[in-house]
């Protein structure tokens, strides 16, 4: 009887479960890392991550032509009372009678307030876009929790510049002017008391177009978190994206 292996036999395995053949070759199985058609999972993402950045650019683009922010002044000879709409490119609404009004207790004219906010907001907003839509396409792994830094920073921003000038306009009065009161801040939510007027102030579309555009912009951050913590091409990743998230998963080509 022979004892030599027959190429016809079985294979036996080794202790991995790997078939070892007659000739000392190991045929080892071939593990599939990605999904059908060669897709990671969270790769159908992709696609939403643009259109969350797409919808961020849209509706920030479309906040900068509308109001967002409006002001109410109520007073006895004013029943029907006096309108001030604030958007990123002016002021709008009954602008003329608040400059007389603020001019008998000292305040300077509004068109004196955020000069150059006005003047930088169209490009600021156009930046904006870019930088929300360039982050969200190009940017690595490694800056995936910087990506809605930006978006959310504007409205913050506008908050903050407004809550300054609102400041600055109530403090710095002429001591000269026709009527004297003491300094104060207007109020920027809700009902407020000026001397002998009553106001009330509320955000309006632009401003809540502009929550909307961060809120998905956030989700898109959140969505490209997922899609790069499990990319087959993450070990290649570092500041920029060798995907483009759009592009096809092609692995890199070794070296022969």
Not at 112 to 124: F, L, S, V
Request: proline letters at 6%.
């Amino acid at each position: 009887m022979s004892l030599e292996p027959s190429d016809d036999a079985p294979a036996p395995a080794d202790e991995s479960g790997a078939k070892r053949k007659a000739d000392g070759h190991v045929h080892l199985h071939v593990v599939q890392t990605g999904g059908k058609g060669g897709k990671t999972p969270w790769d159908w993402a992709r696609g939403l991550v643009i259109a969350c950045g797409l919808g961020s650019v849209g509706l920030f683009a479309a906040s900068y032509f509308q109001n967002w922010w409006k002001f109410w002044l109520y007073a006895p000879q004013y029943p029907k009372g006096l309108q001030l709409e604030i958007s990123l490119r002016g002021m709008g609404g009954d602008v003329h009678e608040i400059d007389l009004l603020n001019h008998y207790i000292g305040m300077k004219h509004l068109a004196d307030a955020a000069p150059t906010e006005r003047q930088i907001g169209g490009y600021a907003v156009a930046g904006l876009c870019i930088v929300t839509m360039v982050a969200l396409m190009i940017g690595g792994r490694k800056l995936n929790k910087l990506m809605a830094v930006p978006a959310v920073g504007f409205p913050l921003f506008f908050l903050g510049d407004s809550l300054y000038w609102l400041y600055k306009f109530g403090h710095d009065l002429d001591p000269k002017a026709p009527l004297r009161i003491g300094a104060f801040t207007p109020q920027m939510f809700g009902n407020g008391v000026i001397g002998q007027f009553e106001t009330f102030a509320t955000p309006q579309i632009g401003f809540w177009m502009a929550l909307g555009a961060v809120a998905l912009a956030v989700v898109g951050t959140v969505l490209r978190s997922r899609v790069c913590a499990h990319c087959g091409r993450a070990g290649e990743c570092v500041a920029v994206c060798p995907r483009l998230m759009v592009l096809p998963n092609k692995p890199k080509e070794s070296a022969s």
